[in-house]
């Protein structure tokens, strides 16, 4: 009775020594799991595989130069040395940091603490000059907006405009959803999700820009995710935009405009197109930061620094602290000849055009000879030959230019602000029409804005030879 009791109880105690082996060796595996699971975190979900490849090409390298399964500051100096004769600085360092990362999880390695390794990527560095993206001026942009057809170039203006406002990455053009773009009245806000600094940004478009965006999305097919799609023969297809397309934007833009070195324009020059044009607008480092979406304020500063407002505005300030005498440009007929020997003299048919700045120039004779400042010095009758002949011009033009330093000074203003507003009307209308009444009145148009400027020139010398007389 007794010895079968106690083979019971051995029984027992050896059921719950095996049930507590299994609960440890669940709870090993648990704990295992987890650390596997943090460990993985420490690598970048979508980056993985490049952190993996780098790491078999060191361990691959290792083996073939036959060195120790222990990892020293020799060998990655060996390593780095070798990589540095194929790729550049920033390659390296881009390298560095993903064995640093693999190392840490692999093998428990830390390779921060070689700080020679860390001296010689540095050094590496000072002679590296990279190369970045080229701009677009504002100039050029308007050109393709308004010039390029849409037949052909819609998407490429969508794209355009869009990365421009937002300051957008590729990968954040390609990520966009139509989801993600909400139209309110004449403007579009856009909020972009997938960004590179994990931070949800948002902006709005331009009224300007609206039919172009609103004409694209009419001829998008329902039931497709992604914002961007296939665009082709005035259609879109059920295709999506892919990577590789978005970093060929730039470049088929700067073809359109036969720029230098269309090449030159990657996928990031709307990114840069757009910081640099806010900084020329005056941006200041902050916003600069917003619209970019930039951790660290130093890349925003660049631009401000770069910027070419920031940099009129210095030298402005710098010469502010001089005096200048004025050059001397007393007008003679030979200086006059010898400077417009070259100027395209308009045609006899330009007189016929009615001047815009007639009726502007004329001066009230009594009022002239009423201000004290009125100037009694008078073009000599050689001069007035040479403008004749060189410009063509008419004795009442001519005779205009015996005005007053303040008429000359509001005759300026005045061809100044006609320029403006007659230059780009003809460069629309030339982009626009291309039927025979339209080219008529573009030549006409040239024929009398260049006029203006002849006149413009030719007080503009008076003027100043009565400042120097």
Known sequence: MFAVSSS????????????????????????QRLIEKAKSNVIPEQSRP???????????????????????????????????????ATSLWATYSKL??????????????????????????????VKKAMVFTPEEVSKFLNCADDDEFLLHKVILVIGL???????????????????????????????KTKRTKSFVTSPEVYPII?????????????????????????????????SSIPKKIATYLKLDKPETYTGHALRRTSATLAADLGADTLTLQRLGDWKSASVAQSYVNESMLNKKTTSTMIASAFQFKKPSTAITAKTLSEKNQNDCAPSTSCQQVPCVLDSQLKVDQEKILENSQTCDKSISSMELNVIHSQYELSEEDINECHLSQQDYKQFFERNEMIN?????????????????????????MNQLIKREKIKSSIHEKVYYSYIVL
Request: charged share 35%.
């Open 100 to 129: 640093k990362s693999m190392l840490i999880c692999k093998k428990n390695h830390d390779i921060s603490k070689y700080l020679e390794l860390q001296c010689f990527l540095k050094r590496l560095g000072k002679r590296h000059v």
């Open 8 to 31: 019971n109880q051995k029984e027992s105690d050896n059921e719950s020594d095996s049930d507590s082996d299994e609960i440890q060796s669940e709870a090993a595996q648990e704990i």
């Open 420 to 444: 403006q507003s007659s230059e780009p009307k003809n460069v629309n209308k030339r982009c626009a029409n291309d039927n025979q009444d339209d080219k008529e009145n573009d030549a006409q």
């Open 165 to 195: 406002h937002g300051c957008l990455r590729t990968i954040e053009l390609l990520n966009l959803k139509i989801t993600d773009m909400k139209a309110e009245g004449n403007l579009f806000h856009i909020k972009i999700f997938s960004t």
């Open 50 to 88: 490049l952190y993996e490849k780098q790491y078999e090409k060191f361990l691959e390298w290792k083996t073939k130069m036959k060195l120790s399964e222990e990892i020293t500051q020799n060998h990655l100096l060996a390593y780095f040395q070798k990589l540095s004769e194929t790729y550049a």
């Open 214 to 246: 609103n004409k694209y999305m009419k001829l998008r097919p329902d039931k497709m995710e992604r914002f961007f799609l296939q665009y082709r023969k005035s259609k879109c297809t059920r295709q999506n935009v892919g990577k590789a397309t978005f």
